[in-house]
């Protein structure tokens, strides 16, 4: 069992950064392959990013490719989703999401999942 807590989420300008973190319970964080997941208002739930259990493997869904970064610190039992150049589209509760064993684009894939952080980007 794995609880989450994202935080780092608000309000910025287009062209702006935002670092999210995603603090997990338990001592087996490492065990745990880690995602990042979206939902605008009246949109479905989407794939943002993901990173193996060591940190070795990651993974970006083509709107985010080369502006956002995944990252963890599993003696930190944190993942991080670092925003950057950040465009109005971007904006929606971004959550973070733990799968036992390989990563997976598929949300239905996780079965622990935080409470969700805003994300607004606007001028």
């Known amino acids: 069992q794995v609880q989450l807590v994202e935080s780092g989420g608000g309000l910025v300008q287009p062209g702006g950064s935002l670092r999210l973190s995603c603090a997990a319970s338990?001592?087996?964080?490492?065990?745990?392959?880690m995602g990042w997941f979206r939902q605008a208002p009246g949109k479905e739930r989407e794939f943002v990013s993901a990173?193996?259990?060591?940190?070795?493997?990651?993974d970006y869904s083509d709107s985010v490719k080369g502006r956002f970064t995944i990252s963890r610190a599993n003696a930190k039992s944190t993942v991080y989703l670092q925003m950057n150049s950040l465009k109005p589209e971007d904006t929606a509760v971004y959550y973070c999401?733990?799968?036992?064993?390989?990563?997976?684009?598929?949300?239905?894939?996780?079965?622990?999942w935080g409470q969700g952080t805003q994300v607004t980007v606007s001028s």
């Open positions: 999401a733990a799968r036992y064993g390989v990563m997976d684009v598929t949300d239905k894939a996780y079965g622990y």
């Open positions: 338990g001592r087996t964080f490492s065990t745990y392959s």
């Open positions: 990173i193996s259990r060591g940190g070795g493997i990651t």
